[in-house]
């Protein structure tokens, strides 16, 4: 029985530190690359699901916010919708001011407006569904991610660390 359960907890152990090099790069990402690395490579990775694209940023944590908030507000960069929603899934408040100018400037895209509103969503719904009536009447795609906001919060899927450490594709 001892046996058992020691080659229960051993193979997870093992799984993680030799079979799962995800875990090495995730001490890495957190622990002692650069913001400028990271999001270097956030733009250049290939081969990645939608869901997946942001995982760096999100295994990278907090120290991506300020970067990230400069980065957002240059219209030409790429993966610019995923940055957007990274922001949300990383969960800094201090990120309200960029999404909220992004949010209300009619210039932008629309997809990346309702991207806006959908971040601030995953960080603070209360605030988030206070400020959404007032975009019910925007354009279709920002209307439709204003009216989820406020009726159907739970499908507002919120990536989190242990999805981008194991890189898990819904």
């Keep these: 029985m001892k046996r058992l359960i020691l080659l229960t907890l051993l193979l997870p152990a093992l799984y993680l530190l030799l079979g799962c090099p995800s875990i090495f790069d995730a001490i890495n990402l957190r622990l002692f690359a650069s913001p400028e690395y990271i999001l270097n490579r956030f733009y250049t990775e290939q081969d990645l699901a939608v869901d997946q694209v942001m995982d760096s940023l999100i295994l990278a944590g907090p120290k991506m916010a300020p970067l990230l908030e400069r980065e957002i507000l240059k219209r030409e960069i790429p993966r610019r919708r995923h940055a957007i929603t990274a922001l949300g ?30 971040s601030i969503a995953r960080i603070d719904l209360p605030y988030a569904q206070k400020i959404a009536p007032q975009y ?23 990536r989190s660390y242990w999805d981008a450490l194991f890189h898990r594709h819904y």
């Design 89 to 118: 899934h990383l969960g800094n408040n201090n990120s309200f001011p960029i999404l909220e100018h992004i949010l209300q400037d009619k210039g932008e895209k629309e997809v990346f407006r309702a991207d806006a509103l959908l």
């Design 136 to 158: 019910l009447n925007d354009t279709s795609f920002v209307a439709k991610c204003a009216h989820e906001v406020i009726t159907d919060p739970t499908s507002l899927y919120k």
